[in-house]
């Protein structure tokens, strides 16, 4: 299926925005109201959405290689950091818990400890250490090489939003009191 350039910007929207819901994607597209937004997904972008648990749309793996966006990031320019991501509660607070990017990067261990200090979350070293990949990938953290790879954000902790979503498998590992 060939989408049209504005189907595959919609697309992309979803794809950016995921979870999100009728209302955020009315308001985005301009449209009169959250039945014409359902409409234009089902007549669409059928093969390329579904609807979660929680009745949230979210874009199919294919949808986000189709588009070439990385799931809940928003970017202001191309290439550039993102303006809001959005990610499983662990990722948000290790975000807050890694180091600002004026400061000594942390090892996985470091921040995994700041996490058990800060946090009611107590995750293994392998959720860390996925969590701050999955950060680097949406390039607002990056790794510096030592001894070990470290970490610190790429940006202030302010200028990203970061918005933490339920229900992700990237959860799995933590565990909280």
Do not use: C
């Amino acid at each position: 299926m060939t989408l049209s350039e504005e189907a595959t910007e919609r697309l992309a929207d979803i794809v950016r925005l995921q979870p999100t819901k009728n209302k955020e994607l009315q308001q985005r597209w301009g449209l009169d109201s959250g039945s014409e937004v359902h409409q234009y997904l089902e007549n669409e972008l059928k093969e390329y959405y579904y609807r979660d648990d929680n009745s949230l749309i979210r874009a199919t793996t294919e949808a986000a290689e189709l588009v070439g966006v990385d799931p809940g990031v928003e970017a202001d320019d191309e290439g550039g950091v993102p303006s809001v991501i959005r990610v499983p509660e662990l990722e948000a607070r290790v975000f807050e818990a890694v180091a600002g990017p004026d400061e000594r990067s942390m090892s996985v261990v470091s921040v995994l400890h700041t996490l058990r200090e800060t946090t009611t979350l107590d995750p293994d070293v392998d959720a860390v250490r996925q969590a701050l990949q999955s950060l680097r990938r949406k390039g607002v953290v990056e790794v510096e090489y030592r001894a070990v790879p470290t970490f610190r954000r790429a940006v202030e902790a302010d200028a990203v939003t970061v918005e933490a979503v339920e229900n992700s498998s990237s959860d799995e590992g933590a565990t909280s009191d």
